[in-house]
Every structure is written in C-alpha cells, then in structure tokens.
C-alpha cells in the first residue's frame, strides 16, 4: 500500500483563473448586482449624511424632535380593560347597580364574552373596590 508516488502522478497545480462556480452563479450575482445598483468599490466616496443633532449639544435632551414626532402618533386605541374599568366605575356610582347588569354592559360596549365579561368585573372590583 506503501507506493512511491512519481512527479507524473500527481496532479498539476495551474494558473488559470477561471471561476470554480458555474456561470449561471455568476450571471445571476452579476444580476443582483445590477438590479440593488453599481457596486462600489474603495475609490468611490461615501457621502456624508447629516445628523439629527448638529448643534453639539451631546447629553442634552432633545424635547423639541421627539415631542413633535409623539403628538403626530395616533393615540392608542383602549383595551378591553381600560373600557370595562370605565363602565364599572360609571355604574356603580348609580343605586341598585346589580353585578348582573354591570357584566352585561361589559358584554355590550366592551365586547367581551360573558365569561370574560364575570372575570373583567372581579379583577376590576378587587382592584378598585
């Protein structure tokens, strides 16, 4: 098994810079390439891009910029809960409020299932009082 192996047998290293990919693999980097725009390579320049902050005020609390950015968001919608909190509190300042007719208007304004409704009005009771 130990066989000598001559200068003929093995295989010869050349210089050719041929890909080893295929040239589909090629083609298709080639497409890529051409559809996210040119490449660039090191001559070309990167353009500065300007930031936020140009007044060098570092550690500053930028108020102005996030507080217009806040009041143009839409408010959140309520959650269920913040709705039955609502209704809970509205009802029970009435007299002869019945737990029965408190669940039943969670069920109707606020959307909940009926069971869901009888958990809504314990947790808020509990919380509330």
């Given at each position: 098994m130990n066989a000598k192996i001559?200068?003929?047998e093995?295989?010869?290293?050349?210089?050719?810079?041929?890909?080893a990919t295929p040239t589909t693999t090629t083609t298709f980097s080639q497409t890529v390439a051409t559809a996210a725009g040119p490449i660039k390579n090191a001559s070309t320049p990167i353009p500065s891009t300007p930031?936020?902050?140009?007044?060098?005020?570092?550690?500053?609390?930028?108020t102005g910029a996030s507080s217009s950015v806040r009041a143009e968001?839409?408010?959140?919608?309520?959650?269920k809960m913040e709705v039955a909190s609502a209704i809970y509190l509205r009802?029970?300042?009435?007299?002869?409020?019945?737990r029965k007719q408190i669940v039943e208007q969670f069920v109707v304004?606020?959307?909940?299932s009926?069971?869901?409704?009888?958990?809504?009005?314990?947790?808020?009771?509990?919380?509330?009082?």
């Open positions: 001559t200068s003929t093995l295989p010869k290293a050349t210089n050719n810079q041929q890909p930031t936020a902050d140009t007044t060098g005020s570092e550690g500053k609390l930028d968001k839409n408010p959140k919608a309520q959650t009802m029970s300042k009435q007299k002869d409020m019945t304004e606020a959307k909940l009926a069971a869901g409704a009888s958990t809504y009005y314990q947790l808020i009771k509990a919380k509330l009082g």
